[in-house]
């Protein structure tokens, strides 16, 4: 079987979650067998044409040029050239910006991961909300078969005809991190007695209401993320307080795994994505979690940590601080979670389930 990936930006993951599926899953195929080639961006700061086995396949991509339209063009120009390849199965990653050109999906063998409620994140709004949930409809249309990474993402897709299969993101687990205080010294970070927030600096993802909770607490704070927004900027200059450490975007991943490691609490605000990739890699690193009170984080978390619904309850579950005894035993039972049921092995093995189950 010959399998396509189109729709992120490609591998080695230099991005977000897309793409670092795509780098852990294709690799996992190629062993079982399979001939995999994922599509990567031109301007990509990794300049090979193999990963671990799988080929990968530069195609122009004009956003530095277009901005946002550029991406549709890169989904164009990626779709037309896996129409001309010897595929067998295409999975399509996500629909925001490809969604437009499903018209040129061939359905017989296109699997599509339909990632979050895109059309109800407060960045897209008025008529890019319509248009995403008219793409949502042609991408669903277009498929064989659609992926949900949360079981609450397939009750929402059970509106459309085309078949579902539920398949989670998946996460690895850490244990610890060599000399891990050491490496926080080292980037002027907190080791000690501090929360932290890892995440897009976007409405949906209520980081207003984490920092302002921080601030009430009068606890200390990391926010890893980009801040340089107009929407970054506008929370930095709303809380300028120096309990709140704004770090810029982190993408070592041992100092981000040191971070988790030692926080008191990870605080977690995603509210219309499906399984987030940051939940699971902070429930990897045995952190405990205080996550947005909705059905996505609560079935990910499976009843570990705790669920707030606004900055008044985040601000009154900062104040707590959970006993070592208590703590170890969530953060041993986090890390089982993510091996029992949000492992990369058995993610890929999914997926290839799906592929065949379309042959």
């Known amino acids: 079987m010959k399998i396509a990936v189109l729709g992120s930006r490609g591998i080695p993951n230099r991005y977000g979650g897309f793409e670092e599926m795509a780098a852990q899953t294709a690799p996992l195929w190629v062993k079982a067998g399979y001939e995999v080639v994922v599509y990567t961006v031109s301007d990509h700061p990794g300049k090979i044409s193999e990963y671990k086995g799988v080929t990968i396949r530069h195609i122009f991509n004009p956003e530095k040029h277009l901005g946002l339209a550029g991406q549709f063009v890169y989904d164009l120009l990626c779709i037309i050239d896996a129409r001309r390849q010897n595929f067998d199965v295409i999975l399509q990653l996500g629909y925001t910006t490809s969604g437009i050109w499903s018209f ?200 570990l940590g705790a669920l707030w619904k606004d900055e008044a309850d985040l601000t009154a579950l900062l104040s707590k601080r959970p006993a070592t005894a208590l703590r170890n035993e969530q953060a041993r039972l986090s890390r089982e979670r993510i091996e029992a049921h949000f492992n990369w092995t058995d993610v890929a093995q999914r997926y290839l389930q799906a592929f065949n189950s379309i042959k």
Request: with cysteine.
């Open 104 to 303: 040129l999906w061939p359905k017989h063998k296109t699997v599509t991961n339909m990632d979050g409620l895109e059309h109800q994140r407060a960045k897209y709004s008025g008529v890019l909300s319509l248009f995403l949930k008219w793409s949502e409809r042609r991408a669903a249309k277009r498929s064989k078969l659609l992926i949900a990474d949360n079981p609450e993402i397939a009750n929402y897709l059970s509106k459309y005809k085309t078949p579902i299969s539920t398949i989670a993101y998946g996460s690895k687990t850490v244990q610890e991190v060599p000399d891990v205080k050491a490496l926080l010294t080292r980037h002027n970070l907190p080791t000690e007695n501090f929360h932290l927030h890892i995440g897009r600096i976007q409405p949906d993802n209520h980081v207003f209401e984490i920092l302002d909770a921080a601030v009430c607490a009068g606890e200390t704070l990391v926010a890893v993320g980009d801040y340089t927004t107009r929407y970054g900027r506008k929370l930095k200059a709303t809380f300028p307080e120096k309990n709140i450490i704004y770090t810029g975007t982190i993408y070592d991943k041992d100092l981000l795994n040191a971070l988790r490691t030692q926080a008191t609490f990870y605080l977690h605000g995603h509210s219309v994505g499906g399984t987030n990739p940051a939940l699971l890699e902070a429930m990897g690193s045995g952190a405990m979690v205080l996550a947005h009170d909705n059905p996505f984080n609560a079935s990910v978390l499976g009843g």
